[in-house]
Each structure stands twice: as C-alpha cells, then as structure tokens.
C-alpha cells in the first residue's frame, strides 16, 4: 500500500519563510554585529533563490510563447488576443494611473510634512539624482522606449532579463512564422520546444523546494537593510513619508480590491476567493522578491492549473504583460511624482497632470521586472513634467516595502488580463 506523505502546501511554506524572516530580520537589531551575518551569511540565500528563478524566466518565455503560438493556426486569432491584451493593459494601466492622481490630490501627501521634518529629508538626500539618471537610458524622444523593444541580435536580447520585452518580440514573429511553415518541419521544432518547456516546468517545481528558505532570506536581509544604520532617524524621516506611503497603499488597494475583481468577475465569471486562492503562493512569492520576472514562471503555473486558463493564452499574456503592464508601478509613479512637486510646493496644472499620466503609463511599461525598476524610470516621468529629479531620493526609504506591493498588483494585473483574454467560453 501507497503511504501517502502530506505535504505542507506552497503559499504556507512561503508564509511561514516570511514569517521567520520577519523574526530573523527584526530580531538584529538587538544583536551586536546581526545586520553583518544577515548581509554575509543570510541574503545571498534569498540571491541565489531568486537567480535561479531568473535563470529559467526567459526559456519559460521563449518555449511557453512560441509553442502557443506555433499551435494557433489561425492567424486572425492571434491577432485578436494580441488585441484584446493589448487594449486590456492600455485600459488597465491607465485607470490606475489616473486613481494614483486622484488619491495624491485629495491625500496631498507632500503638504502634510512638518517643516522640521521637510528640512531634514532636504538634508538626507544623500544620493545624487544623477546616480539614478546614469542607469536610465533617456534618449530624449518619448517612442525610444518603443525602439528599444526591437531587438537587433537575439543573443543579445537573451542574455540580459532586462531585456526580456526584445524577447517577448521575438517570440512571437517566430510563434507566428512557425505557425504558417508546414507541418511537417514545424514539427520537430515544435517537439523540442515542448519537451524543453516540459523540463523547465519541472525545475520550476524542483527551484520551489528551497522557497521557504528563499523567502526567509530575502525578508531578513530587506528588514536587516531597512534597520542597519539610524534606525531611529529612518523611523523619523518615515513619518514624513507616513501619507506617502498610504496613498500608493491605497490605490494599489483599489485595484485589487475593486478594479481587478470587476474586471475579472464580468469577464470571465471568476470569484475573488477563487481569485486569490489560485494565485496566492504567486502573489507572496511577488511580495517577497520584489521582481514580477522572477516570479512569472510560477505565476504561469497557478494560471495554468489552478485558474484552468489555456496554455496559449497564459503563454502569450503573461511574459508580455510582465514585461510593458505594470500598474501597480504606474500608480505609484504618479503619487510620487505628484508627491514630490508638492514637497517643493510646486503647483501641477491639469495639463501637467495628465502628462503625468501618460508618461507614468509608457514610463512604467518600460520599466523591468527586476526589484527597484520603477524608481529608475520615475525620472522620466519628472523630466516630463518639469519637475526635480532630486525628489526622487526623498522616496528611498520605503521604496523596497512599497515595491513588494506594487509588484504583486503588476502581478495580479497581469492575471486579470488572462481572465479577460480568456472570456467565459472555456470555463
Ligand atoms: N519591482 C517591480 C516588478 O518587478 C517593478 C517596480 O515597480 O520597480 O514588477
């Protein structure tokens, strides 16, 4: 007889990582020389964990797009899902946008500072706008974003994740290209490009194993990093940045809570608890890594078996919206952009506003899947609206809590989007 072994479930084992984390990482502060073994002995864990899920990120797209697309004989049909995900993540990205403009201007979060804290985030400013600027590659026009999704070599493209959109491209004139050869060379192709994706979907499973201890390690090192220096300073600058900080909170709350659930209940008939609880060891492996790339190959997974949505719309949805839709990031430009002009008390014109949005909007669609991407393209957006791009280091402190938010609303977003794409037919 078969003994059958119980085994912990994923979203737990993630929750209880986080959880002993959260002890490890709070627990330094009270131990001499804590913060040191946490940075030697404890983060690079949570580095290697979250390389590995780097590692098989872009295989996962190259394989899962073409071999979905590949198998869509009918080019028509992959025009209208390119089309439908594409107005969704226009759609989606700017409602967000234009709640994170509405929520800084009834919270105004940059005018509840007190001045004598206003004068000490002024004078902490310890790293140059330009530091930021020098990773941003502004090359003036606002289409450079678009240009720099086509890739002009493909080992180029795939050896960097930052460059995951070029890949996304590729893969989707080769789906298509592959789809209209004929049969009988496409199918050899076709075989070892499904076995592979069927390896990767088991070291998906085998790089899980160690998420609790990935997990563990990552939350330690954030809280140890957060706590390591003036912690009773950070703590007084974070009350300056206390309505900041709701703000974003509260527009990333209305997505999930409201946007997302109206959109994927009319949609495609999916409950919220089905929602959530489909998508939950994602959605805290999101939290924890800060990076939607990282974490795309198991979103794949939960939208696959649990959430049943087809392997070639999964396949095509999600490497492409975790590459240009993020609204959670969109969002939570826009409060800081609207942040920081009213920190310097500068008024914004509706017109300003609007630019706002719309650059929030491409701004956070170049922006990459990686921990801390957003902030870098926040410049853009200030550069466009005539705003300082020293502000940006007024958002520093709580930007790595804010950015595990934010990532796992990018990630939801995403979801929603297959929902939609998937309709209510095939339930
Ligand atoms: N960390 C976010 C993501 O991976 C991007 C960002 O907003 O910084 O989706």
Redesign the pocket.
């Known amino acids: 007889m078969s003994k059958k072994v119980r085994t912990i479930p994923l979203h737990s084992q993630i929750l209880i990582g986080i959880f002993a984390g959260i002890l490890c990482g709070t627990s330094v502060i009270f131990i001499q020389g804590g913060h040191t073994f946490i940075q030697f002995y404890v983060a690079p864990f949570g580095n290697i964990f979250l390389k590995l899920l780097q590692l098989i990120a872009i295989p996962v797209i190259l394989t899962s797009l073409i071999t979905g697309l590949a198998k869509i004989k009918d080019v028509k049909k992959i025009g209208s899902m390119g089309l439908k995900t594409v107005i969704f993540f226009i759609c989606t990205t700017l409602i967000a946008t234009t709640i994170g403009v509405i929520i800084a201007d009834i919270i105004r979060p940059g005018k509840s500072i007190d001045e004598n804290i206003k004068k000490e985030m002024i004078a902490s400013m310890g790293v140059t706008s330009d530091d930021i600027s020098d990773q941003l590659n502004t090359g003036g026009s606002p289409l450079t974003f678009i240009e720099n999704m086509v890739p002009s070599n493909f080992f180029q493209s795939i050896s960097s994740n930052q460059n995951m959109i070029q890949v996304v491209l590729f893969a989707i004139l080769f789906g298509v290209a592959l789809s209209r050869i004929g049969e009988e060379k496409a199918k050899p192709v076709l075989l070892f490009l499904e076995g592979t994706n069927e390896a990767l979907t088991l070291m998906i499973n085998l790089i899980m194993k160690i998420a609790p201890l990935g997990v563990f390690a990552l939350v330690a090192s954030v809280l140890a990093k957060v706590s390591a220096g003036d912690l009773q300073k950070s703590i007084h600058l974070l009350s300056g940045l206390a309505w900041y900080s709701l703000s974003v909170l509260t527009g990333l709350c209305i997505m999930i809570c409201l946007v997302y659930p109206v959109l994927f209940y009319t949609f495609s008939g999916t409950s919220y608890s089905m929602f959530f609880k489909s998508m939950r060891s994602a959605f805290l492996l999101a939290f924890t890594s800060?990076?939607?790339?990282a974490t795309l190959p198991l979103t794949m997974q939960c939208v696959e078996k649990n959430l049943k949505v087809d392997k070639e719309i999964a396949g095509f949805v999600l490497p492409f919206g975790t590459t240009i839709n993020?609204d959670?990031?969109a969002l939570?430009q826009c409060v800081a952009a609207i942040f920081i002009a009213q920190f310097f008390n500068l008024e914004l014109s509706w017109t300003q506003q609007i630019v706002i949005i719309l650059t929030a909007t491409t701004a956070a669609a170049g922006?990459a899947?990686?921990?801390?991407?957003?902030?870098v393209t926040l410049i853009m957006i200030l550069q466009n609206a005539g705003l300082p791009t020293a502000g940006i280091n007024l958002i520093l402190i709580p930007d790595r809590i804010l950015?595990m938010c934010?990532?796992v609303i990018?990630v939801a977003g995403d979801v929603t989007a297959c929902l939609v794409v998937k309709g209510r037919s095939k339930a």
């Open positions: 800060s990076s939607s790339s993020m959670g990031t939570y922006a899947g990686i921990p801390g991407a957003g902030m950015d934010r990532t990018n």
